[in-house]
């Protein structure tokens, strides 16, 4: 990335901080720049790639969808790069908009909505050849994950999309809040009834 | 008993943090980085705004365009016969033209090429008024319509705040007639609730007002309308 060497900056543009106010200046700089030169383009993608990627594996737990759905997220980001506004959202809430939309057409044409427990059984294979981690552990993970999403069916689509926002990819409520466009209270308030929904499937599952 | 701290901590405990196919993030790179040269390279400006001409005649037929120097993808189709479409030099989106029932013919191309050149540089050289301003949220994403020019043959600016144009509800609500009849009552002064604010769109003060509605198969929306202040 050599259109993206600043030697010169008090800090490391690609493994800031998301919100580190710093890189923040520095990405808005970039985003203006690509606007005019979309090759500047390319520290965004450096920058988000990796947790776009891991939103969609998180949620599809696939990874050739996975991959096809990030494509099409920075091909459109791209395309579209002039339609940002810098309206008090940030670039990764905008990203991240694109890309649940992106994931709800790409469930719904697909109707995949009824096949979320189904993948996540030929997940094994996948987490133990990316992990560095002991297979054992990663299994007892696997089991764990997959006793949860068996209660989170009992979620929306756009539901089980805020959870893996705010614990799969540790978003905070603020960011989330920013990227449905709506009170960081209303997504508080909307995040606390999912947990709660799901609260009450996994203790009524267990006859509590 | 399981509580909201120790289902929270489940879920961060369980999420996949996989290795991205590296080979797969280079050569997405390579691809995105030849389309953005290809952007570059194709046109002499880049323009942060598309452009909608309406120009009223009758409908959708791609002409053979490369003939004409000239691109043109048909953007959106909506059910009443109308159509938008986008020019292109290259595979750059600039400016559009919206037609309703309308064939483009390769004849007319060139007008509507010179048209839509005058138009934006008026827009650019800021020669066009802005006359009108309305907006829609749905769904918690907001749309605002800026009209330049005249009705006829005006210059839209669309903000889009939150891709509201990928959202399918929004496009059937905007083509329902109780979006219709919305949009009558407003401009006759006929709904009830308002409340006002001053919104800066597009380098411009507009005052909008705005009405919460509930519908009772779309749910909230909050119908817009400006006057631009200036």
Not at chain 2, 180 to 208: F, Q, R, W
Request: with cysteine; net charge negative; aromatic share 10%.
């Amino acid at each position: 990335m050599a259109r993206d060497g600043h030697p010169g900056l008090p800090f490391d543009p690609k493994t800031a901080a998301v919100d580190d106010p710093d890189r923040l200046d520095y990405e808005l700089g970039r985003i203006k720049g690509a606007k005019i030169d979309p090759e500047l383009f390319d520290y965004l993608y450096e920058y988000y790639y990796d947790r776009i990627f891991r939103f969609f594996f998180n949620r599809l737990k696939n990874r050739v969808d996975a991959q096809d759905l990030t494509a099409d997220v920075f091909h459109l980001a791209l395309s579209r790069l002039w339609q940002f506004r810098w309206l008090n959202k940030p670039f990764q809430a905008w990203l991240y908009r694109i890309a649940v939309n992106r994931l709800n057409r790409h469930l719904k044409l697909a109707q995949r909505q009824r096949s979320w427990l189904a993948p996540i059984d030929s997940m094994g294979e996948e987490v133990f050849a990316d992990s560095e981690q002991d297979p054992a552990l990663e299994l007892e993970k696997i089991r764990q994950r997959q006793r949860i999403e068996r209660h989170l069916a009992v979620l929306s689509n756009e539901e089980r999309n805020w959870i893996a926002l705010r614990y799969y990819e540790d978003l905070p409520v603020k960011e989330i809040a920013a990227i449905y466009g709506v009170p960081e209270g209303t997504m508080k308030a909307r995040l606390h009834r999912a947990l709660g929904k799901v609260r009450r499937a996994m203790t009524g599952d267990r006859g509590e | 008993m399981l509580d909201h701290d120790d289902l929270e901590l489940q879920l961060q405990e369980t999420s996949f943090a996989p290795r991205p196919d590296l080979e797969h993030k280079a050569a997405l790179q390579t691809e995105l980085r030849a389309r953005a040269r290809d952007r570059h390279t194709s046109r002499p400006l880049i323009l942060t705004a598309i452009a909608m001409v309406t120009l009223g005649a009758t409908f959708i037929d791609q002409p053979d365009l490369e003939s004409t120097g000239m691109w043109l993808d048909v953007t959106s189709i909506i059910d009443d016969g109308s159509a938008t479409f986008s020019t292109r030099e290259g595979a750059a989106p600039s400016f559009s033209i919206g037609r309703s029932n309308s064939s483009v013919e390769p004849a007319e191309l060139d007008s509507l090429k010179l048209r839509l050149e005058q138009k934006r540089l008026a827009y650019m050289e800021g020669r066009l008024a802005l006359n009108d301003a309305f907006g829609l949220t749905f769904e918690g994403m907001t749309a605002y319509h800026l009209t330049y020019g005249e009705d006829r043959d005006g210059f839209y600016f669309p903000v889009d705040i939150g891709l509201i144009e990928d959202n399918e509800r929004y496009h059937r609500f905007i083509r329902s007639p109780r979006y219709s009849e919305i949009c009558g009552l407003a401009y006759e002064g006929k709904l009830a609730g308002a409340t006002t604010d001053t919104l800066m769109l597009d380098g411009h003060a507009v005052a909008m007002t705005s009405w919460r509605l509930t519908d009772p198969e779309f749910g909230t929306i909050v119908h817009h309308l400006g006057t631009p202040l200036n």
